[in-house]
């Protein structure tokens, strides 16, 4: 569905991402894990050319993304970020429906929609009308959730969605998007610096540090054979939590 092909970004003499070749495959949810500064985030912009590579290739579905095509292929992808990322001036309907506006969607099946997504991600019907300031945490992440879907992307990408969440509202997040992950069976790709989150949501996990992929696996490969000592350092670090 996704690929990179020895995808770099750099900074003048900083690097951010070292030459990078991944593949992500359809229906299937893959973390980025790795401590601040190792790269995560900017990988998840260079995917739908949020930032121009330095160097290299990035792949949609077989289609290399440039700068002539990035809106259309953005347009098939949904974008989560921390907090939901709404505009404080619009309800929750509003923020919801404002790319479906965009694309010329019919105000009544774009209605329909809605409906649809507050089932799908457990918001209250009764609350659309509020603006984000009116909502909790976990509500307006739900919001960022819905807008991303409204188009029925091919894939989601979710930059750190629950890292400004207290613990029970996030626990209880993650227990809904592994249900809808499961449900809709989307290429997910999200970014993490929890290595409980990363096993409990993702197929694979992508370690990163320094702007280089150290390992990929599961959290089994990870623990079992590191490829390199911060690994095993990265997850001796985050006990005592509970991995899934």
Same mark, same amino acid.
Request: aromatic share 0%.
């Given at each position: 569905m996704i690929s990179l092909r020895e995808v770099s970004k750099t900074y003048g003499t900083v690097t951010a991402l070292h030459p990078t070749t991944l593949d992500f495959a359809e229906g299937r949810t893959t973390a980025l894990l790795g401590a601040s500064g190792s790269g995560k985030s900017t990988l998840l912009r260079l995917l739908v050319r949020l930032l121009t590579p330095s160097s290299g290739a990035v792949l949609f579905d077989g289609e290399q993304v440039t700068d002539t095509n990035a809106q259309a292929i953005r347009r098939r992808v949904g974008y989560v970020i921390q907090d939901g990322g709404l505009f404080?001036?619009?309800?929750?309907?509003?923020?919801?429906?404002?790319?479906?506006?965009?694309v010329g969607v019919a105000h009544g099946e774009a209605k329909s929609r809605l409906a649809e997504l507050c089932e799908l991600t457990r918001f209250p019907a009764d609350a659309v009308g509020r603006y984000p300031v009116e909502l909790s945490g976990g509500q307006r992440q739900r919001v960022g959730l819905m807008r991303a &879907?409204?188009?029925?992307?091919? @894939? $989601?990408? &979710?930059?750190?969605?629950?890292? @400004? $969440?207290?613990?029970?509202?996030?626990?209880?997040?993650?227990?809904?998007l592994k249900t809808l992950f499961v449900r809709l069976k989307q290429t997910v790709i999200l970014v993490t610096h929890d290595l409980s989150e990363a096993a409990y949501l993702a197929d694979e996990i992508v370690l990163m540090e320094s702007g280089r992929v150290l390992q990929r696996g599961t959290l089994t490969d990870l623990r079992e054979r590191p490829a390199s000592p911060y690994v095993s350092e990265f997850l001796q670090a985050q006990r005592p939590a509970e991995v899934f």
């Open positions: 404080p001036h619009l309800t929750a309907a509003e923020n919801v429906m404002l790319m479906a506006r965009e &879907l409204m188009l029925k992307p091919a @894939a $989601l990408l &979710l930059d750190e969605p629950l890292g @400004a $969440l207290d613990p029970l509202v996030r626990a209880r997040l993650q227990e809904d």
